[in-house]
């Protein structure tokens, strides 16, 4: 990252953490309600759009939901919502009960929330300015009735906004999977990713590779349409684990078109980030355990 992009990320967070006077205001979590306990609360981010983040979070939720895990995915990118469709949920609405958010569920058990899901037409643009978007995403997390959960994912938006900046400071995140692809930028934008969880002193897992690849269905012989992988080297230059790769799959993509990716994904698919969650999560609670809380 350049010097002065650093110092732009780095002025932004001091703005939000601490006031435009210099007044120290702490990140301020916002509280669970009765109806809700959540244990553990993962990002899937990136430093910009069209890398896969929604697939990633799909793809851990439908893992960990297949290992016996209670799991929900927040679907905070909300202009750009696409977990719905992909879920199977595709014209389905939320609904309130006692003033709370009843988060939709999948065929396998996954809860979800997103503002397709509260939208009257899925394709109804969402034109909201920065604190409109940030209250929703608030209102996603404290007034929804979540029940118990074990993991919720949320899959963010694209890039270092208030979105980001309205999740990191008002949810209480364990830590970030990044998600990138082998392409020439892909240092640039994992790292203005990789910085902002850094400042915002947040626990980044690893770096998954999206579109490495793709598999000959005659051979089996891989293609690297973008080039040779970077994910080895980009995970080393920012010293992040690095949690595997997934290919371009079209069949995976139908699957998310037409809302079969629940029953569609092959098991296996990255397993190693999986396992990073699970070990993250059982180290949380453990420290968690040791001092109280």
């Given at each position: 990252?350049?010097?002065?992009?650093?110092?732009?990320?780095?002025?932004?967070?001091?703005?939000?953490?601490?006031?435009?006077?210099?007044?120290?205001?702490?990140?301020?979590?916002?509280?669970?309600?009765?109806?809700?306990?959540?244990?553990?609360?993962?990002?899937?981010?990136?430093?910009?759009?069209?890398?896969?983040?929604?697939?990633?979070?799909g793809i851990l939720a439908v893992n960990l939901a297949r290992r016996g895990a209670r799991v929900g995915i927040l679907d905070a990118d909300i202009t750009g919502p696409s977990?719905?469709?992909?879920?199977?949920?595709?014209?389905e609405r939320a609904r309130a009960v006692d003033e709370l958010l009843v988060p939709n569920r999948t065929a396998g058990g996954i809860k979800v929330m997103s503002a397709n899901?509260?939208?009257?037409?899925?394709?109804?643009?969402?034109?909201?300015?920065?604190?409109?978007?940030?209250?929703?995403?608030?209102?996603?997390?404290?007034?929804?009735?979540?029940?118990?959960?074990?993991?919720?994912?949320?899959?963010?938006?694209?890039?270092?906004?208030?979105?980001?900046?309205?999740?990191?400071?008002?949810?209480?995140?364990?830590?970030?999977?990044?998600?990138?692809?082998?392409?020439?930028?892909?240092?640039?934008?994992?790292?203005?990713?990789?910085?902002?969880?850094?400042?915002?002193?947040?626990?980044?897992?690893?770096?998954?590779?999206?579109?490495?690849?793709?598999?000959?269905?005659?051979?089996?012989?891989?293609?690297?349409?973008?080039?040779?992988s970077r994910l080895a080297e980009t995970a080393e230059a920012f010293d992040v684990e690095a949690l595997g790769q997934l290919g371009i799959d079209p069949a995976l993509a139908?699957?998310?078109?037409?809302?079969?990716?629940?029953?569609?994904?092959?098991?296996?698919?990255?397993?190693?980030?999986?396992?990073?969650?699970?070990?993250?999560?059982?180290?949380?609670?453990?420290?968690?355990?040791?001092?109280?809380?």
């Amino acid at each position: 990252m350049e010097k002065s992009e650093q110092d732009r990320l780095r002025e932004e967070v001091d703005e939000v953490l601490h006031g435009s006077k210099g007044a120290a205001q702490p990140p301020q979590v916002e509280e669970q309600n009765a109806c809700s306990n959540v244990r553990h609360v993962i990002g899937v981010v990136s430093g910009k759009g069209g890398v896969g983040k929604s697939l990633v979070c799909g793809i851990l939720a439908v893992n960990l939901a297949r290992r016996g895990a209670r799991v929900g995915i927040l679907d905070a990118d909300i202009t750009g919502p696409s977990v719905p469709r992909m879920m199977g949920l595709a014209g389905e609405r939320a609904r309130a009960v006692d003033e709370l958010l009843v988060p939709n569920r999948t065929a396998g058990g996954i809860k979800v929330m997103s503002a397709n899901l509260v939208l009257e037409h899925e394709s109804d643009p969402v034109l909201w300015r920065g604190p409109v978007v940030a209250g929703a995403i608030k209102q996603f997390w404290s007034e929804c009735a979540w029940g118990e959960l074990d993991y919720l994912l949320v899959d963010m938006p694209p890039g270092t906004g208030d979105v980001a900046l309205t999740v990191f400071q008002s949810l209480p995140v364990d830590g970030v999977v990044i998600v990138s692809s082998p392409q020439d930028l892909v240092q640039m934008v994992v790292g203005k990713a990789v910085n902002m969880a850094n400042l915002m002193q947040v626990p980044v897992l690893g770096l998954v590779e999206n579109m490495a690849y793709v598999e000959c269905p005659h051979c089996g012989e891989r293609i690297y349409p973008y080039g040779p992988s970077r994910l080895a080297e980009t995970a080393e230059a920012f010293d992040v684990e690095a949690l595997g790769q997934l290919g371009i799959d079209p069949a995976l993509a139908a699957a998310c078109d037409d809302g079969t990716f629940e029953r569609a994904l092959p098991e296996g698919l990255l397993s190693e980030a999986t396992d990073t969650v699970v070990r993250v999560a059982e180290f949380v609670d453990a420290v968690r355990g040791g001092t109280g809380a």
